[in-house]
């Protein structure tokens, strides 16, 4: 394949090129039969999920199971914001360990994935203003995710950033933009929590993923849930609104933000399957969905 869309206009190409590394029996079947490629969010919660053999690293690896082998994947992370929207575009990102006070195990994963500099080309020219970066690579949000997902690490990974002097609504706004890579065979992926506080965490035992929510946590997920079903865009866009747990919830943006990216890439008769509905350390929830699978 040559090419992932053309402009702004998101018209598409298919010329053949055998040597494009991105090429695969899947995508051909995809392509074919006029489907799209799924798209889902993911609660990534705690780092320690990469390493850790628990009911959310494997329901991550059960959802990538029913999937068509994508060619490339798009990921949109809570923890890449920056000023405007940016792409990696190197050919070999770096894995990130954006974190600290974890067992050295975890600073030693690498998730080796190639970049793709065409697809990042592609996505700037969808997105209105977005920048080339070749300084980032994949962050935890990022990697944590994949590692389950595609262990092998075979498939190309380009980063969306946040921006973060956008408003909800421009957020949704730059997801529709993506919508042309779900025909291309290009799987979108955004990481985040939708109930993310973590100066209200709560421990009760040595488990950070023993289930537990506070009664607002609960609450917010749930309303949350209920909007997203319904398509109730514009409370989602004013979720503060929505009282004090959804307040609770979203003490800052960047985590509940993604999930309105893949919102915003749902067709008009695709439900969300909900998944890894749980909440843990009190005030988290790893509630993910998936959109066309």
């Not at 490629?37 to 609660?43: I, R, T």
């Not at 500099?117 to 969808?126: C, H, K, M, N, S």
């Not at 747990?245 to 008769?269: S, W």
């Amino acid at each position: 394949m040559k090419g992932f869309g053309e402009g702004k206009q998101g018209r598409y190409r298919a010329e053949s090129d055998a040597s494009a590394p991105w090429e695969c029996p899947s995508f051909s079947r995809l392509m074919n039969g006029n489907k799209l490629m799924p798209v889902l969010f993911v609660g990534h919660g705690s780092p320690m999920n990469a390493i850790e053999d628990n009911a959310f690293g494997r329901g991550w690896a059960r959802v990538a199971r029913t999937l068509p082998k994508p060619k490339a994947i798009l990921c949109v992370s809570a923890h890449w914001e920056t000023a405007g929207v940016q792409v990696t575009a190197m050919e070999h990102p770096r894995t990130i360990h954006d974190f600290g006070g974890f067992p050295e195990e975890l600073y030693q994963v690498q998730y080796p994935a190639p970049g793709s500099p065409e697809l990042a080309r592609q996505v700037a020219g969808f997105v209105s203003g977005a920048k080339l970066d070749k300084g980032w690579g994949l962050d935890h949000g990022c990697w944590v995710v994949l590692s389950r997902m595609f262990p092998d690490a075979d498939v190309p990974v380009v980063q969306l950033s946040l921006d973060y002097d956008a408003e909800p609504k421009r957020h949704f706004e730059i997801g529709a933009q993506l919508a042309p890579l779900r025909r291309e065979g290009v799987l979108v992926v955004a990481s985040g929590n939708i109930v993310h506080n973590l100066g209200m965490m709560e421990l009760r035992g040595d488990d950070f993923n023993e289930p537990f929510g506070f009664d607002w946590a609960v609450e917010a997920d749930r309303k949350f849930r209920a909007l997203a079903t319904k398509r109730s865009y514009k409370e989602l866009f004013d979720y503060q609104s929505l009282g004090r747990p959804a307040q609770l919830a979203v003490p800052t943006p960047e985590h509940y933000l993604p999930m309105l990216y893949i919102l915003a890439l749902r067709g008009e008769d695709e439900p969300l399957k909900w998944f890894n509905d749980q909440p843990v350390a009190g005030s988290l929830t790893m509630t993910s969905f998936v959109v066309g699978a």
